[in-house]
């Protein structure tokens, strides 16, 4: 036996023994697939997701995530850092930054001033967390929340960051978290994607591209589905006129036929995803203009959203918009908030930001709350990463600006499985360092799919020879925030 | 007494010297016998082989015995071991005399005696091997077929009892104390042998005391010799046990958390609220999980039948596991509302379901009769339906682990709250939008004071 012959045998007895283990699936789940007639190992988008998953009975059925791109100020939000107010100038101590490198917008600085937040901070709710006086309303929910002022990643520019954060890798390609939330858990409600992203209209700021919600190498009907932000959330889903509609079943049916042919001929998975497409397309129909119709909402609903929540499209309407979608059971609802990028003029536009989300996001956790959607909902309010404590920019009493921070940030987490009004790992006296319980974006991802059920490292995907994971080879549960 | 402790130490090193003696006596003996041509003079040599053993063992019984008084040891092996150890003296002589034709004895039988002296010292040595090492030293380690033809049984440890699966059902003392001092201290405080006067090895013993006074005060570690001398400095005359392996770190925590609780014999593990330490040391220790778990893992039901889930799911049901590997069922209705040939289908998997969600699905108030049949649910969702008081009344009297009811947009009022109140696990109720008054939670709030009411904005 020659060592390719050898090979080739060994390597099928493992092929053999790891199918075997496949097939092994929960007799409960086994049934149902066959039934649908598909392959276990690509599960369609709603269907009910892979076999064996979750892995334990999950605390979190939903998430909505409130991603504040750009890089919100933890000194001007939730990291209290009142030494500094004695600072106000002077140079960042060396001993703080201990020569480790700035970007290129700052390390070009003749000096690096310590800058105080220019707003003033309090204490709210039982927890007695502080929050800045730019947002009030959350001040008032601060008991729900679940900070965690600790987190950090290794990007220090927007784009590897803020694709780090929606796929666990700096660079595009790989699937992002609500695919793969997609792909594993499948969809509680048939008419509706799993994975749906709304993005506030009109905001300028860091560039948003659709391989944040993309699939990467997950089955295509698993990447988000972007709602437009406008007055028709999704465009086409009224029939053309003088077309009734009527026979529109019949169409697709033939059409699956004829995309079938298709698919036994050449194997490629895009033709089941464009077969489930045309499938929740067609259901999207009515469920669409059912789940994005406001009509029924009473006036306190968008006054406690606030004012902009009647106009679509908005950061607020979109909060209002994700608490219907996961009335539905939408499984994983990302909003994007741009424009949190202040290296300069940062406390006029924090402060632009802060009023543009704060009370809508407060609304959301209220509404939530109060419809017993918290139980088992997870929100997540966070950016890419942090900002220095030094001045970028010309420092003068009443302006400055901040470079990017990636050491240090603070995010929260509300609603199911994590602890209401709980404070999670601390920063030094600048916010720099981290002091205490450090929490990577990995151990972030870690935790998310804990909350969802899932063992983040059993739930892979193999492609181009290799096992995959959302947190590829890193992450810990951060055990800590879980109630 | 230091003294011949001293000299009784040197038991196990002398008592060498008599086997090997005797081991060269017996082959001389052999080769005597086997090739008398050969090996025709061996009877000199043989006898001062003889000579030596009788002489070295009288030496060894002596150094023997002055190790025995030092105590700790299995009184039932020591009996055997010391008299076929002085046994082996007066036989060597004998086989010696006989050699050096001493006596009259025809020598023909002196390899007999000397091949029973073979045998004896091989006896004799293995109970001594037994008083060292303990009785299962020598086939803790050989293949499950040797261990059976050795007479040992598996998993046997006495009376000790097994730990039970249920954290709820281990005893402190009879499933974590008792086999420690099985383990550690039974061997000098059994009914045999109970050094002190003190006996370990019954819960009575326990309590009696010893000589000098009671073992154990309850409430009271460190005033209880039982918990204090485990913890000496292992060189101190009173440390326990004072040879062989000292309690864990975890054994003596444990021990101290029992006392101070009260030293109840007949405490469970979950009686008292357990210091994080000690939790830590459980399941560390023992793999004992004294966390809180949910229902769901608690109870255990049959998993539902396919025939009975497809039913389900052919009438509009889905049907879902709650996740790993629990039976318990999540429920949802796909459809937009609800029928009472559906809510009648619930039945079939009424253990099973633990999570049903029937929100928005016009559910009327005489369905909740059979919802209130499923009684292992623990999250309902009844939101915005048309249900009343009377429904609630009628329906969800039983739901005893139910732990969280959704009930917001419905038409309940402070009538409902005396059944509510009843829900003894109940841990939070959604009452926005309800005909419930703030003084309807607040008599709730005060009938159940685990319940978190979300009555509305607050």
């Known amino acids: ?483 | 007494m230091d003294l011949a402790l001293f000299f009784g130490r040197f038991h196990p090193l002398v008592v060498h010297l008599p086997i090997g003696f005797l081991l060269l006596a017996g082959v001389l003996e052999g080769l005597s016998v086997l090739y008398p041509h050969k090996f025709k003079n061996m009877n000199r040599a043989t006898s001062i082989a003889l000579f030596c053993t009788g002489l070295t063992a009288l030496f060894a019984a002596f150094f023997g015995y002055l190790l025995a008084r030092e105590g700790g040891y299995d009184a039932n092996i020591l009996l055997w071991h010391k008299w076929l150890g002085i046994a082996l003296i007066p036989l060597s002589f004998l086989a010696w005399a006989m050699k050096a034709e001493r006596i009259a004895l025809s020598t023909k039988n002196s390899a007999l005696v000397i091949i029973s002296l073979v045998v004896l010292v091989s006896i004799t040595g293995h109970y001594g091997g037994k008083l060292t090492h303990g009785s299962d030293y020598l086939l803790v380690y050989a293949p499950r077929f040797v261990q059976k033809i050795g007479g040992m049984e598996m998993g046997q440890s006495g009376h000790v009892a097994a730990l039970p699966d249920q954290v709820d059902s281990i005893a402190v003392y009879k499933h974590l104390i008792a086999p420690t001092l099985e383990k550690k201290c039974y061997a000098c405080h059994n009914e045999t042998k109970s050094n002190g006067g003190l006996l370990l090895a019954t819960t009575e013993g326990l309590f009696e005391g010893g000589d000098s006074g009671p073992a154990l005060m309850v409430g009271q570690p460190f005033d209880s010799p039982i918990f204090l001398r485990t913890i000496l400095p292992q060189r101190d005359q009173k440390f326990m046990p004072p040879k062989g392996e000292p309690l864990t770190y975890g054994e003596t925590k444990i021990l101290q958390w029992w006392i101070e609780s009260g030293g109840d014999p007949h405490a469970r593990i979950t009686d008292t609220e357990v210091p994080a330490e000690i939790q830590k040391l459980l399941l560390n220790d023992y793999g004992i999980d004294t966390k809180p778990k949910p229902y769901y893992e608690t109870v255990v039901v049959a998993p539902l039948s396919i025939a009975h889930r497809d039913k389900l799911q052919s009438n509009g049901w889905n049907v879902r596991p709650l996740g790993g590997e629990v039976a318990t069922l999540e429920v949802s209705l796909a459809d937009k509302t609800i029928t009472s040939e559906q809510v009648a289908l619930l039945a079939v998997a009424a253990e099973q379901i633990t999570w049903l969600d029937l929100a928005n699905k016009s559910v009327a108030d005489e369905m909740l009769q059979t919802i209130g049949q499923l009684s292992n649910l623990t999250r309902l969702e009844l939101n915005n339906n048309p249900i009343t008081d009377q429904g609630l009344q009628q329906g969800l009297q039983e739901l005893q682990h139910l732990e969280v009811l959704n009930m917001y947009g419905t038409q309940i009022t402070d009538a409902s709250i005396p059944i509510i109140a009843k829900m003894k696990s109940l841990r939070r109720i959604y009452l926005w939008q309800t005909e419930v008054s703030p003084a309807g939670m607040q008599q709730l709030e005060t009938a159940l004071p685990n319940l978190k009411i979300i009555g509305g904005l607050q």
């Open chain 1, 1 to 483: 036996m020659d060592r390719r012959h050898f090979l080739t045998k060994t390597s099928l007895g493992l092929g053999a023994i790891a199918l075997g283990s496949l097939l092994q699936v929960d007799p409960l789940l086994a049934q149902e697939s066959n039934k649908a007639t598909r392959s276990t190992l690509s599960p369609l988008a709603n269907g009910p997701g892979l076999p064996g998953l979750p892995h334990f009975v999950p605390k979190a059925k939903r998430i909505v995530y409130l991603f504040q791109s750009g890089g919100p100020s933890q000194f001007e939000t939730f990291d209290y850092k009142p030494k500094l107010y004695g600072m106000f100038g002077e140079e960042l101590p060396a001993s703080v930054r201990q020569g480790q490198r700035l970007t290129g917008m700052s390390a070009q600085q003749s000096s690096l001033p310590v800058v105080p937040s220019i707003y003033k901070f309090d204490q709210y709710g039982k927890s007695r967390a502080w929050v800045s006086e730019l947002l009030p309303y959350t001040s008032e929910v601060v008991d729900e929340l679940c900070f965690i002022k600790s987190l950090y990643t290794e990007q220090i520019n927007h784009d590897p960051a803020i694709t780090f954060f929606q796929t666990g890798h700096q660079l595009p390609g790989r699937p992002s978290m609500g695919s793969w939330l997609s792909y594993g858990l499948g969809s509680d409600n048939q008419n509706l994607p799993a994975f749906i992203v709304l993005v506030s209209k009109n905001q300028s700021g860091q560039p948003l591209y659709s391989r944040l919600w993309g699939n990467g190498f997950l089955p295509t009907e698993h990447q988000g589905v972007q709602f437009r932000s406008g007055g028709d959330p999704v465009l086409f889903l009224n029939n053309p006129e003088n077309y009734d509609g009527k026979d529109r079943r019949q169409m697709l049916d033939y059409l699956k036929q004829i995309n079938e042919v298709q698919n036994s001929a050449y194997g490629d998975p895009e033709v089941n995803a464009r077969i489930a497409q045309y499938e929740m397309a067609y259901r999207m129909q009515t469920s669409v203009p059912e789940v994005t119709d406001l009509s029924d909402e009473p006036d306190e609903v968008f006054e406690m959203y606030g004012p902009d929540s009647r106009d679509p499209g908005t950061f607020a309407a979109n909060c209002l918009l994700a608490r219907k979608l996961l009335e539905k059971d939408v499984r994983f609802v990302q909003l994007y908030h741009q424009g949190w990028d202040q290296h300069g003029g940062l406390p006029r536009g924090i402060k632009q930001r802060c009023k543009e989300t704060d009370q809508p996001t407060a609304a959301l956790i209220k509404d939530l709350k109060r419809r017993g959607l918290l139980e088992d909902t997870l929100v997540i309010w966070g950016g890419e990463f942090g900002r220095t404590v030094y001045s970028q920019g010309k420092l003068t009493t009443n302006d400055y600006g901040r470079d990017h921070h990636p050491r240090c940030f603070t995010m929260w987490m509300a609603g199911a499985g994590v602890k209401p009004g709980f404070t999670y790992g601390a920063t030094d006296d600048f916010s720099y360092n981290i002091t205490e319980n450090p929490v990577h974006v990995h151990d972030f991802h870690a935790t998310l799919l804990h909350l969802m059920g899932i063992d983040h490292e059993r739930l892979t995907f193999k492609t181009q020879g290799r096992r995959f994971r959302l947190t590829d080879v890193h992450g810990q549960v951060v055990k800590e925030v879980l109630a």
